[in-house]
């Protein structure tokens, strides 16, 4: 159908008048029979007359998981008269209402509710009661800690509260918030908190956040509120994880999904029992105990989540898998708190299949990583993944709050609140990285020039659609769009340059970056052809992937199977890294390559004949070679909103056999020779566009190929070396070419090897190390031994004459 109006719009034929033509109620995303409720409509100019009514955009269109954001739907006017309004109703996913409302100035209102789940959550809107929900929408729910500052109200010295009653923490805390985010002259402040109930990994395992008790009631919604917490009754002593609510004071207490301001999620010390001020040490170890026997009876998460990455570099550059962790992150100099060793910490991006467990690796300033076992500073793995995973909802799967009821309220029973740090990493011991395998490395840039997954170098430079990667297992598409490039004086250049990437896997969202038509916004992001809007949050949680924004002009996408894609804008054109794990071997087909480390397959057809190597060097071969990666309309990926799009891309040929680049530039200019110096595939497109600026993008795109490349080279582990008993070690790291010493304690004689190295192959030089007593301690021993054994013998003597006498 959205075909057949794109072929409309090309023939030129006039829009039926609107009093003809069909309503968009409840047929959102869909193409009617004489107009457009599809997203794409506003550009193309085929909407229906009603179209902003019931497909309307929001303000804001995100907020917590815990719900309570106010947002109006933008130009949607009520579709009935005022006096038919019964009541608005909000529901979201099909299952969840809540109450909304019509402003002064006759704009519709929803009420994000709480949900157990991130990403973009579909909803309907409904003025008769809830009898239809013509309306509908997206709300991205997000992770808690996602929410901007100003969002959200303020624990002040949140330390401060999570401390209260440990020796020396007292006096009052404040709680501060815009007191414009709520309209309400009064407020109430209210404390919920978290627990997951049932038997573990069963079906009965429920989150549950419940309302608790009100700290305050009609208070004048000021700025701030300062109190001395005073110990909660016996009945609520047992939430120890929670969140502070603030609303108007109108309010019942408790009422779900109504405006509100959330605090952070933290542990309640400051709301514990009078047990945990008298003695909290004592408290928090018992609890620290309870725990760990808990704890050791579940399942073995740590057996199904990835190996760490070896080094920072690794870490860093493997994006399709690891994220920078929010809270010790070296890109945004944030003090890494829970891990002072570290600089940096990354979280695995894609929960555990089974158990949706997740994976910390935290790395020193030498850029190796930090182990527990060597430092309390090291990273530790979560039996809860912090983002959550699919299908949300349920424990351990609820975005941040299984996180914290599994993983971070441990940690200050043993670690903060008490001194049982070891059990805790007993049980949270860091990963190393024996078996970590660095993703596969493909790049697209320039003129575009291709290097493959197994480093093969070529010039493509046809204008069209291609396949760039293709899988069936797991299944993977992407797709490249190329257009014409201008020259210095704006005619077009004999050139051109990737202007499109567009992902999908599986049955995951569709991704879609392309250049921008604006500086302010050189990168254009499309979810399912809608483009996405950056201003409230840079993170998104998508169906089957993830999306992360960087600036203006760098788009992540890190897919469920540990596939990732880094695209960046350029001066005229984007540049594309895609990073392949090993399940992707052998299963790869498309302009970038087969990866299967020979190089010699390289250029394989779609009916899987192969070319011989040295195409590369032929440029009229290579025109052929990427024509057959041509995309078909049944296939594409693309999102086709503008009449050019709709004449150049989806009316004309998928591959341009009209456009003929230029193969073979000529001679070098000493502007060009000055600027690329040796890169030839910057020397190329400055010479066929006339640009030095794109010669210059070319290169610094090359680079940055480059970088990654050494980043992701394979680094030999030999694994974690444990100190000798009554010894110890100097030297925590354990990669090849790393050695480690060892020393004895005073009275002990070192035997086995002093240092040692770890070795190419993977193993240690030398032998286990062990530290014996020395000969004359040995001897002092012996007697110490002996003197011990006479005095039993004669302590159960004597015990044995008052036993006889005892009986005569």
Known sequence: MLLWWFVLLASGLPWLPAATQDSCASHCGLARANCSCHVTCPSLNSCCPDYRSFCPEILPYSGSVMGGKDFVLLGAEPWLPPASVTSV??????????????????????????????????????????RTFPSSGAWLAVHPSKVSPTEKSELVNETKWQYYGTPGVNGTLTLSWNRLLLPDAKVN???????????????EWKAEWSY???????????????????????????????????????RAAGERDVPAVWSNEHALA???????????????????????????????????????????????????????????DIEQ??????????????????????????????????????????????????RGHDWGSPPYGRPPRVPGLSHWLNDVITFYYCCLWSDNCLSYLSLRPSSDCRSYRPPHLASAFGDPHF?????????????????????????????????????????????????????????????????????????????????????????????????????????????????????????????????????????????????????????TLRNGSVLPLDVASRPQQLLE??????????????????????????????????????????????????????????QFDALVTGRLDLGNATQAAHKRHQ?????????????????????????????????????????????????????????????PPQCRPEPDQMMLLGILFGILGVLALVGLGYELVKRRKRRT
């Open 270 to 328: 400051w709301h514990l029992g009078e047990d945990f001020r008298r003695d909290s040490a004592a408290w928090a170890s018992a609890k620290c105990l309870h725990w760990a026997a808990l704890d050791k009876g579940l399942p073995n998460f740590l057996e199904e989540i990835e190996d760490c990455p070896c080094t920072l570099a690794q870490a860093r550059a493997d994006t399709g898998r690891f994220f920078a962790d929010y809270g010790c």
């Open 89 to 130: 109703l909000c529901r979201f996913r099909e299952s969840v209402q809540t109450r909304g409302y019509v402003d002064g100035e006759g704009r519709i209102h929803c009420v994000s509710p709480l949900l157990y789940e991130s990403g973009w959550i579909p909803f309907g809107v409904s003025l008769d009661g809830g």
């Open 707 to 767: 970088q990654l490349q050494q980043s992701l080279q394979p680094v030999v582990c030999c694994g974690w070396l444990p100190p000798p008993k009554h010894g110890k070690k100097n030297g925590t790291r354990y990669l090849v070419g790393s050695s480690v010493l060892f020393s004895c304690a005073p009275g002990f004689t070192l035997r086995g090897s002093e240092e040692r190295k770890c070795q190419p192959d993977g193993t240690w030089s030398g032998s």
């Open 451 to 603: 290097v493959t997954f197994d480093g093969v170098s070529f010039t493509f430079n046809g204008r069209g659609e291609y396949v760039l990667v293709q899988s069936e297992l797991p299944q993977l598409l992407v797709q490249a769009r190329t257009r014409a490039a201008s020259r210095a004086d704006g005619a077009q250049a004999s050139a051109t340059g990737i202007s499109a990437v567009a992902v999908k896997e599986g049955t995951s969202d569709v991704l879609e970056a392309r250049l921008g038509d604006t500086p302010a916004r050189p990168l254009e992001v499309l979810l399912n052809q809608r483009l996405l809007n950056f201003s409230e949050q840079p993170w998104m949680d998508l169906k089957g992937m993830f999306l992360s924004m960087s600036g203006t002009h760098k788009a992540s996408v890190m897919l469920d199977s540990g596939a990732g894609l880094e695209i960046q804008a350029h001066e005229a054109f984007l540049s594309l890294s895609v990073f392949l794990p090993d399940k992707f071997l052998a299963r790869t087909w498309g302009l970038l390559g087969t990866l299967n480390g020979l190089s010699a397959d390289d250029f």
């Open 333 to 382: 100099n944030s003090v890494c708190t829970y891990h002072p060793e570290a600089v940096h910490c990354v979280r695995s991006i894609q929960a555990s299949p089974r158990y949706a467990s997740g994976q910390q690796c935290c790395y020193s300033a030498q850029g190796t990583q930090v182990l527990t076992r060597d430092t309390s500073s090291g990273s530790t793995p979560d």
């Open 625 to 682: 070679f990427g024509a057959d990666w041509a995309i078909r309309n049944d296939s594409s990926l693309f999102t086709y909103d503008s009449r050019a799009l709709v004449d150049a891309y989806l009316l004309g040929p998928k591959h341009d056999p009209t456009f003929l680049p230029t193969l073979a530039p000529g001679p070098l200019s000493p502007a060009v020779a000055a600027l690329c110096q040796n890169d030839s595939f910057c």
């Open 189 to 203: 402040i209210e404390l919920w908190g978290y627990q997951e109930t049932g038997t573990p990994y069963s079906d």
């Open 212 to 250: 608790l008790y009100t700290l305050v009631r009609d208070l004048p919604n000021g700025s701030n509120f300062t109190f001395v917490p005073k110990p909660a009754e016996p009945q609520y002593q047992s939430w120890e994880v929670g969140a502070l609510r603030v609303t108007g004071s109108s």
